[in-house]
C-alpha cells in the first residue's frame, strides 16, 4: 500500500517562502516520477510542478522561476521550494506519484 506524508504548509506573507516534502513508502520510489499539484477553492486541481526519477524538472508556467522541485531518493522524499509567493498561490498542495498515488495535501495559505 502506497502512502505519502506531507509536511511543510502553512500561512506566510506574501513574498515569503515555504519548503513542501512529501515522503513516499510502499513504493519503490526511485523508479517514479514525482509531482506536486495545487487546488485553490472552487477551481480544478492543477498541475505545478514535476521531476522525472532522472531529475528532469518542468514547470506551470505561474510558479516558472519563483519554484523549486527536488527529489531526494534516499530518503524516499519529494521536495517544493517555494519562493516569493503570492496571494493566487493560495490551494491545498498535493504530492503526486507516476500520476496514480496522491498525498493527502497540505494548506498553503498567501496573505498579509
Known amino acids: 500500500q502506497v502512502q505519502f506524508v506531507e509536511s511543510g504548509g502553512g500561512l506566510v506573507q506574501p513574498g515569503g517562502s515555504l519548503r513542501l516534502s512529501c515522503t513516499m513508502s510502499?513504493?519503490?520510489?526511485?523508479?517514479?516520477?514525482m509531482a506536486w499539484h495545487r487546488q485553490a477553492p472552487g477551481k480544478q486541481r492543477e498541475l505545478v510542478a514535476v521531476?522525472?526519477?532522472?531529475?528532469?524538472?518542468n514547470y506551470a508556467d505561474p510558479v516558472k522561476g519563483r519554484f523549486t522541485i527536488s527529489r531526494d531518493n534516499a530518503k524516499n522524499t519529494v521536495y517544493l521550494q517555494m519562493d516569493s509567493l503570492k496571494p493566487e498561490d493560495t490551494a491545498v498542495y498535493y504530492c503526486?506519484?507516476?500520476?496514480?498515488?496522491w498525498g493527502q495535501g497540505t494548506q498553503v495559505t498567501v496573505s498579509s
Open positions: 510502499g513504493a519503490i520510489f526511485v523508479r517514479y516520477t
Open positions: 521531476i522525472t526519477n532522472s531529475g528532469i524538472t
Open positions: 503526486n506519484a507516476a500520476g496514480t498515488w
